[in-house]
């Protein structure tokens, strides 16, 4: 199992990026998937969820209006188009893997791709 998460960068208040996530190694269709971050010096904070084939879609409130997670799952690959961005939003993200039926579990992690807001 591999998750490479990309698109991270430094980008000004107000400003937008979209990340990504290409998994490899299992049947990426057959999975929910997650973005989860964790700034620096706190725990990590789950940001956003997606069902296998895209359906259904679920947000944390710091984040719900102005990010937008979606997959393609013919190309293996997780999104995560966030807009309006805030100092705040300044964090490692990493995209996670969750087995159907564990209420969103995680067994396997990508490496993070960083995510810093300041003008």
């Known amino acids: 199992v591999q998750l490479v998460e990309s698109g991270g960068g430094v980008v000004q208040p107000g400003g937008s990026l979209r990340l990504s996530c290409a998994a490899s190694?299992?049947?990426?269709?057959?999975?929910?998937m997650n973005w989860v971050r964790q700034a620096p010096g706190k725990g990590p904070e789950w940001v956003s969820g997606i069902y296998t084939a895209g359906s259904r879609t679920y947000y944390a409130d710091s984040v719900k209006g102005r990010f937008t997670i979606s997959r393609d799952n013919a190309k293996n690959t997780l999104y995560l188009q966030m807009n309006s961005l805030k100092p705040e939003d300044t964090a490692l993200y990493y995209c996670a893997r969750s087995p159907g039926g564990t209420g969103w579990a995680k067994d396997y992690w990508g490496q993070g791709t960083q995510v810093t807001v300041s003008s």
């Open positions: 190694g299992f049947t990426f269709s057959s999975y929910d």
